[in-house]
T-cell receptor
Framework: AQSVSQHNHHVILSEAASLELGCNYSYGGTVNLFWYVQYPGQHLQLLLKYFSGDPLVKGIKGFEAEFIKSKFSFNLRKPSVQWSDTAEYFCAVTPSSGTYKYIFGTGTRLKVLA | GAVVSQHPSRVICKSGTSVKIECRSLDFQATTMFWYRQFPKQSLMLMATSNEGSKATYEQGVEKDKFLINHASLTLSTLTVTSAHPEDSSFYIC???????????FGEGSRLTVL
């Protein structure tokens, strides 16, 4: 069965610190990968996605993620976080073809201290 | 950008009553919509996939007679929690897939509290 694992449940950083959030998935076929962000009181928003091609994907607000197929990983990074990045981050996977069912990780709650 | 609207955002009901939650795609057509349930401090759990004009596909362990899903048009899906009980209290989120771009957009969520 498909599954998505996010290793860090809570992360606290100071402004300007670098961020890396881990995401590993389990699935036998080719997948599409996503990172979503949920700011306090708001709905989920797409940060970035990987379908194919360059495994280093750049998203909005300075975020990027790297797909490493051999490690089944899709880690999210940002070189310098801001207070406004305080939010919950979800990694998600869906098969490249078929049902478009999205499987989400448990989320990582990021708090950035000003 | 594309917007998905959920209504109501909060609802409180008595045990035994039924509650309907609507999910609308406002500026795109969605042949597929998804319903999730989010428990506190946990991830989104996929409940069912709703396809326009056909029966919903439920995930294992989700009672289809309790969580009725209807996707009668390309812009509207509804989730009805029938004979609600306190254990049904949760945050329900819908998402809609833009059938042209394939992108998934999320609603704001609906918090159900069953007394």
């Amino acid at each position: 069965a498909q599954s998505v694992s996010q290793h860090n449940h809570h992360v606290i950083l100071s402004e300007a610190a670098s961020l890396e959030l881990g995401c590993n998935y389990s699935y036998g076929g080719t997948v599409n990968l996503f990172w979503y962000v949920q700011y306090p009181g708001q709905h989920l928003q797409l940060l970035l996605k990987y379908f194919s091609g360059d495994p280093l994907v750049k998203g909005i607000k300075g975020f990027e993620a790297e797909f490493i197929k051999s490690k089944f990983s899709f880690n999210l990074r940002k070189p310098s976080v801001q207070w406004s990045d305080t939010a919950e981050y979800f990694c998600a996977v869906t098969p490249s073809s078929g049902t478009y069912k999205y499987i989400f990780g448990t989320g990582t709650r990021l708090k950035v201290l000003a | 950008g594309a917007v998905v609207s959920q209504h109501p955002s909060r609802v409180i009901c008595k045990s035994g009553t039924s509650v309907k939650i609507e999910c609308r795609s406002l500026d795109f057509q969605a042949t597929t919509m998804f319903w999730y349930r989010q428990f506190p401090k946990q991830s989104l759990m996929l409940m069912a996939t709703s396809n326009e004009g056909s029966k919903a596909t439920y995930e294992q362990g989700v009672e289809k007679d309790k969580f009725l899903i209807n996707h009668a048009s390309l812009t509207l899906s509804t989730l009805t929690v029938t004979s609600a009980h306190p254990e049904d209290s949760s945050f329900y989120i819908c998402s809609a897939r833009d059938h042209i771009t394939g992108e998934l957009f999320f609603g704001e969520g609906s918090r159900l509290t069953v007394l």
